[in-house]
Every structure is written in C-alpha cells, then in structure tokens.
C-alpha cells in the first residue's frame, strides 16, 4: 500500500463498473455538480485544476468555465473514460496521477476542485496537501471542495474532518454550503471583493 492514501487496487477494484458511482445518474450528483458550479464566485477561469477527476462528468461542465483544465486520477480507467467525455474539448487534458505524488507544484491555478478525492488521504497527506493549495494558487484563485459527509468505514478520513482541515488552513472562506449528506467550502488566499461589489451593485 502507498503510505499516504487507500491503495490504486481499492479504485481499479471499483472502475470494474464504468460509473460506479453513478455521476451520471443520480440525481446526488447532478446535485451536489450544480450546487458546487453554481457556488463559484466567477462565471470563468483561465486554468483549473481538478485531481480525481473519475470519469470526467463534472470535468466536462467545468471545461465549459475555463480557458485550460487539467484532470489527473489514480485510476487509468477512469482517465480513459474521461478523455472519451472531453474529447471535444482540446483545452482539457486528462493524465493520469496521484494527487501527492503528481501534484503539478510549481504551476498556479485560478480555480482548484477538490470534490469527493481529499478523504482519500491519511491525516498528514491531507495536511501536507492543504498546505500546498495556497501557493497552488494564482492571488485571486479559488478553491472549492466538496465532499460527503456520511461515514465510510475504508476512507482514512470523513468528509467533515477534510473540510475542518481546510477551515484551519490560511485561506479564507468565501462561501459555505452543508446539508445531512455533504458539505461544500469556497476557499481564497484573501476574501476580495463579493460577487455584488464586482458588478458595482453595492458601492463598497
Ligand atoms: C468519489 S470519486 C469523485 C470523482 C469526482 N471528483 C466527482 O466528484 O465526481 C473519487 C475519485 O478520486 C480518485 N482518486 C482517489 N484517490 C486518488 C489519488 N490519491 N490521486 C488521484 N485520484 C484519486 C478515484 O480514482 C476516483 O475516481
């Protein structure tokens, strides 16, 4: 096993389905994607990034907000199937990495998605990774994470201790969102100015 995250045969076991999780079908997930879309603060990004990226159903949403996506995940099936999906979108590029060990450091995102990946993670790669996204980060980047709240018993972590952790980072929190089965945080390295401010319908 890798020492920092639930071993690559715990995913490829579960790719044996195309969707096993059902993004594309359950209305959970249309959910939760349209909630987290619809939580960030700007209508476009220039770069993103979003490791976990599964089959790539929100990826493809995502891909229509941003100029350049980048998607790594663990399992080379579901990268597979998320090239299929993205194929028509050349400003998207799938790869295959783990979230530690091919964390693209040194590059510098506007908008990071950390959706349903970072319960994966022992208790000190969830910290070492937290500590990477300010720097990950362009000055007016964002992060937005989201994750499922109900225990499960293989994941080192639940959703809520993630998002704790991200809570305890040096980011600021911009947006919330939490119900019985999931919790959403919009993330910044400095609050900056809301949504009404930008548009000039507040005069702060
Ligand atoms: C529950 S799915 C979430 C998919 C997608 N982010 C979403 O919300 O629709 C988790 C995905 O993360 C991937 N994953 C798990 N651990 C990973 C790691 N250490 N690095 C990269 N991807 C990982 C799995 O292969 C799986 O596709």
Known sequence: ????????????????????????????????????????????????????????????ELATRCDRLLCIDVSPRAVDLARRRLAAAPHAQVRSGDIVEDWPVGERFDLIVLSEVLYYLDADALDDLVGRLPGSLTPDGEVVAVHWRWPVADYPQTGDAVHEALRASSLAVLA??????????????????????????VDA
Do not use: N
């Open 176 to 201: 919330s969102y939490s119900d019985t089965d999931f919790r959403l945080d919009v993330l910044r390295r400095r609050p900056g100015r809301s949504v009404a401010q930008r548009e000039g319908l």
């Open 1 to 60: 096993m890798t020492p920092h995250r639930l071993p690559d045969s715990y995913f490829h076991a579960m790719y044996a389905a195309d969707d096993p999780w059902g993004f594309s079908s359950r209305w959970y997930e249309r959910r939760k994607y349209a909630l987290t879309l619809a939580a960030l603060s700007s209508p476009r990004y220039g770069s993103a990034f979003e490791p976990g990226c599964s089959i790539g159903v929100l990826s493809a």
